[in-house]
């Protein structure tokens, strides 16, 4: 069999198409392309088909529902648009087309440069300080700076006219879109405050494109908003608009209607109450989702398995298990170091320590006492028996003092030493490596003990221990030996 040749296939026209769909989307996956809307279609299944052309050609164009709702545009016959997509062919009727990702209005990069360049360099200059900004002052009179004949304004008349129908009006007619359009924004914000009629300014249009927008991104109607002495609402496009002109008013609304809204008296208090109404249902829902919960919780731990509760009655016994080995090992830390505490003290008081230090301190009063006696007598001959005599009542003095408190302080040393204990019938045991004996369960039958007294040892051998049974001194059966 010979092998295949593509070249010498036959294609169903099917297969041509999908061959040549295949090859188009692969080549083609990720495109910029830019052109003029016509043809526009928006069937209510939500896809849209257009053609995209300009003055030497045209292509048809698909935009699927999924990518036309993050759209923040509406797009019309004759808009300039740049179109992110992938080639392809619609296999069916062999037509080659755009499957669109993305769109935007042509030209759209640019103006976004221009506005972000525009908006650095006025905050640098302060324009946008918070600080600068003033409130709105009890409106009894507003002026309206907009197209006489756009939806803005109406939208503005309707809502005062429902909710504060005292307010007066002045409208201050102006061009919102086009080359001629902040040249007459500029002119219309300088009358009304040579005027001095109104308490606030209300400037804006409805929705659009960027482009359609671009006059409230002018420098120079910036300006004029920052330096105008009447406080000036801004009201451009929709909620998701921005402009220049939203950054330097001192007040932004989202819409036309959201203006006159705020400015409108009763607005702030049916907000408010508005906002307390909220805070209590919000509150109310808190603590009965909570109560639920805690019902709730309650009710799933009684449904636990006998072996989930052993399980963890087991792991809280080993928590428990653990602390108390904490608390035990750092007791008797404590314990051992209030033990040293003691010994060191005990050598400190020792009677023979304090006798040695009682010596030391006499021997340095007697060499003070000898060189006062050998410092050369500078007094005549007839003062030096008295001078001796002096020296020799001051030595005696100091003698006896010092005598007396040796005494005192060897008769505290005596009460508190152990020896003096020992005198007066008792005794110390102790193990074979010289620990105390305080209990008898430190003991074992068989273990060898010795005992101090006042004037010895004794070493025994225990046969038995235990707690006496009543008052009665029991009768030793230790078998001794006096050392």
Not at 289 to 318: M, Y
Request: hydrophobic letters at 35%; one cysteine or more.
């Amino acid at each position: 069999m010979s092998a295949f040749n593509p070249d010498n296939a036959i294609f169903t026209v099917a297969q041509l198409n999908e061959r040549a769909r295949q090859l188009l989307e692969i080549s083609f996956a990720n495109v910029r392309v830019e052109g003029e809307i016509s043809s526009l279609s928006q069937p209510s299944s939500g896809h849209w088909y257009f053609t995209l052309k300009d003055q030497q050609a045209q292509v048809r164009c698909a935009m699927f529902r999924s990518r036309t709702a993050l759209l923040k545009f509406q797009p019309r016959n004759g808009d300039k648009v740049e179109l992110r997509a992938r080639v392809s062919l619609y296999e069916a009727r062999g037509d080659y087309q755009l499957i669109v990702d993305s769109m935007k209005p042509a030209g759209e990069g640019a103006l976004l440069q221009a506005f972000e360049q525009l908006k650095q360099k006025l905050a640098t200059e302060g324009l946008f300080n918070p600080d600068n900004k003033r409130p709105l002052p009890y409106v009894r009179r507003v002026g309206v700076i907009t197209s006489a004949t756009g939806a803005a304004l109406h939208d503005i008349l309707t809502v005062l006219a429902r909710r504060s129908p005292d307010i007066e009006v002045d409208i201050y007619p102006t061009l919102v879109q086009g080359r001629e359009a902040p040249a007459q924004i500029i002119a219309a914000i300088q009358r009304a405050n040579r005027d001095q009629r109104v308490d606030v300014l209300i400037v804006g249009r409805g929705g659009g494109s960027l482009e359609d927008l671009w006059c409230f991104n002018d420098e120079a109607v910036a300006r004029t908003i920052f330096q105008s002495a009447i406080p000036i609402v801004s009201a451009v496009g929709h909620e998701v608009d921005f402009t220049i002109a939203d950054f330097v008013a001192d007040l932004r609304a989202p819409t036309p209607s959201a203006a006159a809204e705020l400015i409108s008296q009763d607005h702030l208090h049916r907000h408010e109450r508005l906002n307390q109404i909220r805070q209590r249902l919000l509150l109310a829902q808190r603590h009965r989702l909570q109560h639920q919960r805690q019902r709730l919780n309650q009710a799933l731990a009684g449904l636990r398995s006998p072996l989930q509760r052993i399980q963890n009655q087991a792991q809280k016994l080993d928590h428990l298990e653990q602390r108390l080995h904490g608390i035990l090992r750092s007791r008797l830390q404590q314990l051992q170091w209030r033990l040293q505490q003691h010994q060191r003290a005990l050598v400190l008081q020792h009677p023979q320590q304090r006798l040695t230090n009682l010596k030391r301190h006499n021997e340095q009063l007697q060499q003070r006492l000898m060189r006062a006696i050998q410092q050369p007598l500078a007094s005549e001959a007839r003062s030096t028996e008295q001078l001796q005599q002096r020296l020799l009542r001051a030595m005696q003095q100091q003698l006896q003092q010092q005598q007396q408190r040796l005494a005192r302080n060897a008769s505290v040393l005596n009460s508190v030493s152990p020896l003096q204990v020992l005198a007066r019938g008792y005794s110390l045991c102790q193990d074979d490596q010289g620990g105390l004996i305080r209990d008898y369960r430190q003991v074992q039958p068989q273990q060898q003990i010795h005992t101090r007294l006042q004037n010895g040892w004794i070493t025994s051998q225990v046969t038995a221990s235990g707690a006496p049974a009543d008052s009665t001194t029991p009768t030793s059966n230790d078998s001794s030996e006096t050392v």
